[in-house]
């Protein structure tokens, strides 16, 4: 018997009527490249297996790899990469192909994995994935919204967010604490607007929702100058949670202060 694992956040789903909504939520076709991020025992697995024919997956777990070898013999190719997807290299693996990326993420890894994920937008199409609810709600809020914070913006600037529908902690093995979501994620063809410097913009939104309390004139000190709030046409008295995306990437844009700038 395979007991569930802390230390990999394991939590796995057995609600039918929820792992139907979610394979009709991603719609797998034959010949897609489709990429599951762990399948544990194959709850959503053996459904993608019968409508794609192929399929692959990552699973750190080694101790559920023999079982979900068996329970999946004759349903279809299955491809199993041992291995820590924080750790994957999604375009190596994708091969020139735009990736269909779904899953049951482990909630202690979710933030730092999708990021992660994004980092190869480029080689995915789209994303279905089961979060904790609050971390769909952060991913989805818009400026002025009270979930909305430096996910939402660093999200919002790669890919289109859109929250399907909620699971309670009853679908799962072991009961979660927490409310889940499954959010289906489109990466942009395009940028919404200009980031010569990403590395720029995420500290300036990182710097502005660490202290979120704070006028930005306070929480950009070191960041952002008057100078800065003048040429991007913000007003620094104003918070982080009133700035849309843009208006971040406008902040980016200014000249850091001299303070900032870092020796040759």
Do not use: W
């Amino acid at each position: 018997m395979i007991r569930p694992r802390k230390r990999f956040g394991q939590h796995f789903l057995h609600d039918s009527q929820v792992i139907a909504n979610i394979i009709n939520a991603i719609n797998p076709q034959p010949g897609e490249p489709i990429l599951e991020i762990g399948p544990g025992l194959g709850a959503i697995t053996g459904e993608l297996l019968k409508r794609a024919q192929r399929l692959e997956v990552i699973e750190i777990d080694r101790d559920v790899i023999p079982v979900l070898r068996e329970r999946m013999q004759g349903r279809g190719e299955l491809i199993i990469h041992e291995a820590d997807a924080l750790n994957v290299d999604l375009t190596r693996l994708a091969a020139g192909r735009r990736l269909r990326i779904c899953g049951n993420l482990p909630y202690n890894i979710s933030t730092p994995l999708l990021f992660h994920l994004l980092e190869a937008a480029p080689s995915i199409a789209d994303m279905h994935f089961m979060l904790q609810k609050e971390v769909v709600d952060r991913m989805a809020a818009h400026a002025n919204d009270d979930a909305y914070g430096r996910l939402s913006v660093m999200i919002a600037v790669i890919a289109e967010v859109e929250s399907l529908f909620d699971v309670g902690p009853e679908s799962f093995t072991p009961a979660p604490r927490v409310q889940s979501s499954v959010v289906r994620l489109r990466p942009r063809a395009k940028l919404p607007f200009a980031i010569p410097d990403r590395a720029r913009f995420a500290r300036v939104v990182s710097a502005a929702f660490g202290q979120r309390r704070k006028t930005l004139r306070n929480s950009l000190k070191g960041q952002v100058d008057n100078a800065g709030f003048i040429s991007a046409d913000i007003d620094p008295i104003r918070r982080a949670e009133t700035l849309s995306p843009e208006e971040f990437g406008r902040l980016a844009l200014t000249p850091p202060p001299r303070t900032e700038q870092t020796e040759p």
